[in-house]
Structure formats: C-alpha cells, structure tokens
C-alpha cells in the first residue's frame, strides 16, 4: 500500500527492533558484559531503530515514536 504514511514502516522497524531485542536478551542470560551488550546494541539494533530517522521522524503521530522509544527504553 503507497499512502505515504509512516504506519507500515514504524510496524516493519518496531518489528525488527523486536527480534533484536530477543538476541539481546539471549546475550545477557548468556553472561555477555556490559561493553558487548553495549556494542550488540549500537552496531544491531541502534540503526535499525535510527534507519532514515531524518526523513521520517517529523511525520510521525504521537503515538508511534513511543512505540519506537519503548523498544530503545527496553533495550537499556
């Protein structure tokens, strides 16, 4: 569907944010460190989150960044 709105593409992101959350998980039950929990997430789930945020994010309803936050404040 093309209606230029941003509602598939935050479902798509928070849905792939959400799988890399899991991976993220997994690491810390498996006893990673801080520093590689760190990095796991700012080399894996960070850009997916960030991915063509300056084209995007000033479009957005109010709801939908919080949907995006919400992962970010789950991750930390």
């Not at 991976?23 to 997430?41: E, I, N, S, V």
């Not at 894996?44 to 992962?71: C, D, F, G, N």
Request: glycine share 4%; aromatic share 10%; charged share 20%.
């Amino acid at each position: 569907m093309n209606d230029l709105k941003w509602a598939q593409h935050i479902d798509v992101i928070s849905s792939k944010a959400a799988s890399r959350l899991y991976f993220l998980k997994q690491l810390k039950r498996a006893g990673a460190g801080t520093g590689d929990l760190l990095c796991f997430y700012n080399a894996i789930m960070r850009p997916v989150l960030e991915y063509a945020s300056l084209v995007w994010h000033l479009s957005l309803t109010v709801a939908q960044p919080k949907s995006l936050e919400s992962l970010q404040k789950r991750a930390m």
